[in-house]
């Protein structure tokens, strides 16, 4: 567990162990079962999420009562509902595990006293919501500018390994098709 993290981290800052095992001690190590909730809308969300083994789904409940995936987290990926979390707020979201996933939280608090310790953190913090924020910006870019084949095709090129975890309803919810139209797409020959 320490070791990915330290990797992780090592690629946006430079912390010796010391400092490493200071910083590990604001986190707590959670097991979620496949398919379990760690959020509910209506929640506080007082956690953020690290991914160390699995997968998360973020998802809202649509006016036709669907799940709408808006955002998954692999392996050394973020999740938690930034708004409400940066806020102290209810989510209007869901995060529930797609498969068994090892996680390290953080809540609120312990993440303020954190950055507040060790300061090489906000640039961490800094690294990681650029780079998801830029990430935000392709995906609505893509959605824009490419035809729902083209979307599904790219992302199968950009994350070969994800869309073999995933189960295909929610990789439609998360690219906004139908499941029945996914299979289409899938059954033409483009995967």
Not at 26 to 45: D, M, N, P, R, Y
Request: glycine share 2%; hydrophobic share 35%; charged share 30%.
């Amino acid at each position: 567990m320490s070791k990915e993290f330290k990797a992780h981290l090592n690629k946006f800052i430079s912390i010796n162990d010391d400092k490493f095992t200071d910083i590990i001690s604001f986190f707590k190590t959670q097991t979620v079962a496949k398919k379990e909730e760690i959020l509910s809308e209506g929640q506080i969300c007082n956690s953020n999420y690290f991914v160390l083994n699995g997968i998360l789904r973020k998802y809202f409940i649509n006016k036709k009562g669907g799940e709408q995936t808006t955002q998954f987290a692999i392996e050394n990926w973020w999740m938690t509902d930034d708004f409400a979390y940066e806020n102290k707020t209810e989510t209007e979201f869901f995060i529930k595990a797609v498969e068994k996933t090892k996680l390290l939280v953080i809540n609120r608090d312990e993440q303020d006293k954190l950055l507040e310790q060790h300061p090489i953190m906000e640039k961490y913090f800094r690294h990681i919501y650029q780079i998801a924020y830029a990430a935000t910006q392709r995906r609505i870019k893509f959605t824009y500018d490419m035809s729902k084949e083209e979307l599904y095709h790219f992302f199968v090129k950009a994350q070969p390994q994800f869309f073999q975890r995933v189960p295909q309803y929610l990789i439609a919810s998360y690219l906004d098709f139908t499941p029945e139209y996914l299979s289409e797409i899938r059954k033409k020959g483009i995967s």
